[in-house]
T-cell receptor, first 114, second 114 residues
Framework: GAVVSQHPSRVICKSGTSVKIECRSL??????MFWYRQFPKKSLMLMAT?????????EQGVEKDKFLINHASLTLSTLTVTSAHPEDSSFYIC??????????FGPGTRLTVT | DQQVKQNSPSLSVQEGRISILNCDYT??????FLWYKKYPAEGPTFLIS?????DKNEDGRFTVFLNKSAKHLSLHIVPSQPGDSAVYFC?????????????FGQGTTLQVKP
């Protein structure tokens, strides 16, 4: 089956620093990747949709200057949380679209900002 | 505006019995529905899906029913097993989305007791 990896799985950073999270589709090319955020005991909140080679489309209320998304290739998308603050602490999950119908999720990244 | 709703935050069933998880939606443009299973600190795993042109889809112990007139879908797990204990999310995709963007419900935590 299609495999999506995320790195790192856990990261702890100090307030004010930036953190980069990588999402890779390991055995297929994904023209579209999605970034989600999950708060404790809450649903998955779509943050942005990224297409290879073009700018990401952000959902309403998501700061594009704070959450920088780069989709440099068909197998890699990165999310950079800039100037992280404690309220950015969350579980970030990416998914990669194989086609319109099939979407595979990464294992998630736990970000803790101290 | 919660377009996909799972009104039951939790469900507890006995091993071997049927688990029924419910999901309601408001957007009549949704044309494809999916169920995902999620363990803590992991990404969602795809379970089963259904197109809006069908009213039932079955895969082993999992069956999804769609009632378009009521804008309601349900996931039946028979027989339930302790390993099914997890959070279940329903998700929907809009016909108007060309990216495959998913809208998730809040999730239902299923506990299957031995």
């Amino acid at each position: 089956g299609a495999v999506v990896s995320q790195h790192p799985s856990r990261v702890i950073c100090k307030s004010g620093t930036s953190v980069k999270i990588e999402c890779r589709s390991l055995d297929f090319q994904a023209t579209t990747m999605f970034w989600y955020r999950q708060f404790p005991k809450k649903s998955l909140m779509l943050m942005a949709t990224s297409n290879e080679g073009s700018k990401a489309t952000y959902e309403q209320g998501v700061e594009k200057d704070k959450f920088l998304i780069n989709h440099a290739s068909l197998t890699l998308s990165t999310l950079t949380v800039t100037s992280a603050h404690p309220e950015d602490s969350s579980f970030y999950i990416c998914s990669a679209g194989l086609d319109y119908y099939e979407q595979y999720f990464g294992p998630g990244t736990r970000l803790t900002v101290t | 505006d919660q377009q996909v709703k799972q009104n039951s935050p939790s469900l507890s069933v006995q091993e071997g019995r049927i688990s029924i998880l419910n999901c309601d939606y408001t957007n009549s443009m949704f044309d494809y529905f999916l169920w995902y299973k999620k363990y803590p600190a992991e990404g969602p795993t795809f379970l089963i899906s259904i197109s809006s042109i069908k009213d039932k889809n079955e895969d082993g112990r999992f069956t999804v029913f769609l009632n378009k007139s009521a804008k309601h879908l349900s996931l039946h797990i028979v027989p339930s097993q302790p390993g099914d204990s997890a959070v279940y999310f329903c998700a929907a995709r809009s016909l108007s989305s060309n990216t495959g963007k998913l809208i998730f419900g809040q999730g239902t935590t299923l506990q299957v007791k031995p």
